[in-house]
């Protein structure tokens, strides 16, 4: 299948993953909605709804930038309908948006633990339930949200509750509506890598170019979305996949393309992965 002539909806698109998804579908002729916040490039964000619009009809994309705040009912519903109208529909929506602290209880301001939440959990709720009318009508919809499995262990809790309650709350909207709307066709899946991104996240917040030298390019999630929203979609939901391993099941062995750094691993292991994927991997993994 392709994903050629196919409407994406991808909130936070403006950047890192979400750009990366939106790049890969529009090397088959998609259409791309980015519904994004940033308007004016910042020094240590580079990129805004409008570069990202750029890049993606240079990679053969036809795109709609939006200037959205999934934190707002309103900006959300707006954005959906603009998207639907402007297309005719929608048949993917990505869930990529999100805010991190890693902050203990006690270091967590309230205020950051409502943006967590408005976005993260409730951003994606909001995002999927404004969707769901058009994917209704489509022929292979799909709800691809970027979120881990839910391991339910007290290591992934303990040090940040906060945001972890809030990024495992992507995660319960697809355990939920996956079954929900199986008798209408809607696929609902979470992705999540391996390993650390090489993002803005990882280079202004969780380690600067450290991590970002033993992390992988954001291009290995795309290839693996690219990969689920390709699939019938009444025969591939409700599923947690993890990049590296649902990519070797495709068939896939050299992930040397990946890498973001200059060598092919080891690799920072990332929040959340369950111990059982470790064991599975291919790859040397630096694990906490």
């Not at 990202?52 to 795109?63: F, L, N, R």
């Amino acid at each position: 299948m392709s994903l050629r002539g196919k409407t994406l909806f991808i909130s936070g698109a403006s950047r890192g993953i979400g750009l990366a998804i939106a790049l890969r579908a529009a090397r088959d002729g998609a259409n791309v909605a980015i519904a994004a916040k940033t308007t004016e490039a910042h020094p240590k964000l580079p990129g805004t709804i409008f570069s990202a619009a750029a890049e993606i009809e240079a990679a053969g994309g036809t795109a709609l930038a939006l200037q959205c705040d999934i934190r707002f009912e309103e900006q959300v519903v707006a954005a959906v309908e603009a998207t639907a109208a402007r297309f005719g529909g929608i048949d993917i929506c990505v869930n990529n948006a999100s805010a991190i602290s890693l902050t203990g209880t006690l270091a967590t301001d309230m205020k950051r633990y409502d943006l967590m939440q408005q976005i993260n959990a409730r951003g994606t709720f909001l995002c999927s339930r404004a969707a769901i009318p058009f994917l209704k009508k489509a022929e292979n919809p799909h709800v691809l949200t970027l979120s881990p499995p839910l391991d339910m262990q007290a290591k992934w809790f303990a040090p940040h509750v906060a945001y972890t309650t809030a990024k495992f709350g992507m995660s319960l909207c697809t355990l939920g509506m996956a079954e929900e709307f199986r008798k209408d066709g809607i696929a609902f899946n979470s992705l999540w890598p391996l390993t650390t991104i090489d993002t803005a996240a990882i280079r202004n917040l969780l380690g600067g170019e450290a991590v970002a030298r033993v992390s992988r390019s954001p291009e290995i999630i795309a290839e693996a979305a690219y990969r689920i929203l390709t699939k019938p979609s009444r025969a591939c939901t409700g599923n947690f996949f993890i990049d590296e391993a649902f990519l070797r099941s495709e068939g896939v062995t050299d992930f040397a393309a990946y890498a973001a750094g200059d060598v092919d691993g080891p690799y920072a292991a990332d929040f959340f992965v369950p111990d059982d994927a470790f064991a599975a991997s291919g790859t040397q993994i630096l694990r906490a």
